[in-house]
Structure formats: C-alpha cells, structure tokens
C-alpha cells in the first residue's frame, strides 16, 4: 500500500490549510484512516482519525479547528486545518490500516509563523 500526503506549506498563524492523502495498491479495505503529526522534539501524536464504520476522533487541541473527511471512491483523505496556530508546526503523516497492517506516508511539513 502506498500513502502519500500533499498540502503543506507556509502560513500565518490564523490561516488555513488543507491536506490530502491519498492510498493506494490495496485490495482490502482500509478500516482506519489516520492524520499524525511531530514536532521537533516532541513524539508523534494523533491528531485526527476516521473509521470505516464513520467514528472520528479528534485530539483536544484541534478540535473545531480541523476536520477530517474522505472520499471513498478514491481511497483518500482530507485534513482541512483552520485558525492555524504557531504550535500547530510539525511534519503531519497520514496513516492507514489494512487489517491490522499499518502504512504511513512520507510525511508533509506544516510551518505556522507568529
């Protein structure tokens, strides 16, 4: 399975971004569809996740903030970020599950400045 992330970039803290993922080579189906993000320093931490059965998960710092989605036709997903702050910096990973297989994505850097 190969995953790959694309969106990020430069921004002012208050602004937006949006990242995709996008999966692809799997003949199952993916069951959890997962945005990570590191900071340097810091250890990998979720930041969004979306089921198959349709549960999302957020981690508290970003809630109403960012929103996850999909489109399931094409096996890919959407992190669109609002209201960007300084600490949202990171390299953000987009990860997915196959059973109980997990693929990670090369990683897309997020750089929110003051």
């Known amino acids: 399975v190969q995953v790959v992330e694309s969106g990020g970039g430069l921004v002012q803290a208050g602004g937006s971004l949006r990242l995709s993922c996008a999966a692809s080579?799997?003949?199952?189906?993916?069951?959890?569809f997962g945005w990570y993000r590191q900071a340097p320093g810091k250890e990998r931490e979720l930041v969004a996740s979306f089921t198959i059965d349709g549960r999302i998960n957020y981690a508290d710092s970003v809630k109403d903030r960012f929103t996850i989605s999909r489109n399931k036709a094409r096996d890919t997903v959407f992190l669109g970020m609002n209201s960007l702050k300084p600490e949202d910096t990171a390299v953000y990973y987009c990860n997915v599950r196959v059973r109980e297989v997990e693929f990670w994505g090369q990683g897309t850097q997020v750089t929110v400045s003051s």
């Open positions: 080579g799997n003949r199952l189906p993916i069951s959890v």
